[in-house]
């Protein structure tokens, strides 16, 4: 079964800053999904970005960028320029072809300005 | 684009009563939709997997008679909640993915309480 883990339970980053927060999986696939999701306050699921694991450049989307180490089972995303906006849960999510995904247990972001 | 709605967004019921959510994809036809519930500061949990026109498929732990799952058409699925007990009191999210693509949109949840 696959798993996903996220080991920060919590992460805290001062406005402006950068901060990355961790994300590991285990999978026997090798054609397969890696996705970022917000879920700020309001508990609305947000898409952050998403990696096809065929893929070797890592995916960016303006002010967030991932780090994925197949090899290593390993996505972990960065998030620069940090903004109060960006406070929320972060969940890590796999997934094999549009099918169900697999979530980590969340990281909580602080941003202190 | 890729609008998922979920009505009712709060409902509070009283113990033994049954509760139906609605889910809605409002601009794209969603062969497939997701049922997750998430409980206070804890991940998304999948309850089941809904494909149009076929019997849900229910994860390990699940009960299939107490949560029943419909999905009668490429729009809309609904999760009920058959004869609700305060345990059953949580978040229920859904997510539905487009005929041709690989992500799942995801509607606003809806929390359900039980008295």
């Known amino acids: 079964a696959q798993t996903v883990t996220q080991s920060q339970p919590e992460m805290s980053v001062q406005e402006a800053e950068t901060v990355t927060l961790s994300c590991t999986y285990d999978?026997?696939?090798?054609?397969?999904?890696l996705f970022w999701y917000k879920q700020p306050p309001s508990r609305q699921m947000i898409l952050v970005i998403r990696?096809?694991?065929?893929?070797?450049q890592n995916a960016t989307e303006n002010r967030f960028s991932v780090n994925f180490q197949k090899a290593a089972k390993s996505f972990s995303l960065k998030i620069s320029d940090s903004q109060l906006g960006d406070a929320a849960m972060y969940f890590c999510?796999?997934?094999?072809?549009?099918?169900?995904?697999?979530f980590g247990g969340g990281t909580r972001l602080m941003v202190k300005p | 684009g890729a609008v998922v709605s979920q009505h009712p967004s709060w409902v509070i019921c009283k113990s033994g009563t049954s509760v139906k959510i609605e889910c809605r994809s409002l601009?794209?036809?969603?062969?497939?939709m997701f049922w997750y519930r998430q409980f206070p500061k804890q991940s998304l949990m999948l309850m089941a997997t809904?494909?149009?026109?076929?019997?849900?498929?229910?994860e390990q732990g699940v009960e299939k008679d107490k949560f029943l799952i419909n999905h009668a058409s490429l729009t809309l699925s609904t999760l009920t909640v058959t004869s609700a007990h305060p345990e059953d009191s949580s978040f229920y999210i859904c997510?539905?993915?487009?005929?041709?693509?690989?992500?799942?949109?995801f509607g606003p949840g809806t929390r359900l309480t039980v008295t």
């Open positions: 999510a796999y997934g094999v072809a549009g099918n169900m995904l697999t």
């Open positions: 997510s539905a993915r487009a005929l041709q693509g690989h992500e799942q949109y």
């Open positions: 809904s494909n149009e026109g076929s019997k849900a498929t229910y």
């Open positions: 601009d794209f036809q969603a062969t497939t």
């Open positions: 999978t026997s696939e090798s054609d397969y999904y």
């Open positions: 990696q096809e694991a065929y893929k070797q």
